[in-house]
Nanobody
């Protein structure tokens, strides 16, 4: 089993940057692919980015390409989401999730474990 805790959210002006962290417990962290999702008020939870268990493959939503970077440090059991050039439409609660498939999958239903989320607010 994996427990996930997100951190790093906050309030930032448009054009600014934030780095989110997803810290995991459990010795099998390196066996999981990790994804980041977000959910804005009144909207469905949507895929943002994911990284494979090996770290060699990443996947991004079109809205994140060129602005966000996902990475992992298995020695620290942590996955990061570096977010640059933030826009007001990036405002949402951001969640990390783990899937035992090992692949950076877009569909949220294959993810087995979820964190509680961290709020990101981008002001205009």
């Amino acid at each position: 089993q994996v427990q996930l805790v997100e951190s790093g959210g906050g309030l930032v002006q448009a054009g600014g940057s934030l780095r989110l962290s997803c810290a995991a417990s459990g010795r099998t962290f390196s066996s999981y692919a990790i994804g980041w999702f977000r959910q804005a008020p009144g909207k469905e939870r949507e895929f943002v980015a994911a990284i494979s268990r090996s770290g060699s493959t990443t996947n991004y939503a079109d809205s994140a390409k060129g602005r966000f970077t996902i990475s992992r440090d298995d020695a620290k059991n942590t996955v990061y989401l570096q977010m640059n050039s933030l826009k007001p439409e990036d405002t949402a609660v951001y969640y990390c999730a783990a899937t035992s498939t090992g692949a950076p999958i877009v569909r949220r239903f294959v993810y087995d474990y979820w964190g509680q989320g961290t709020q990101v607010t981008v002001s205009s």
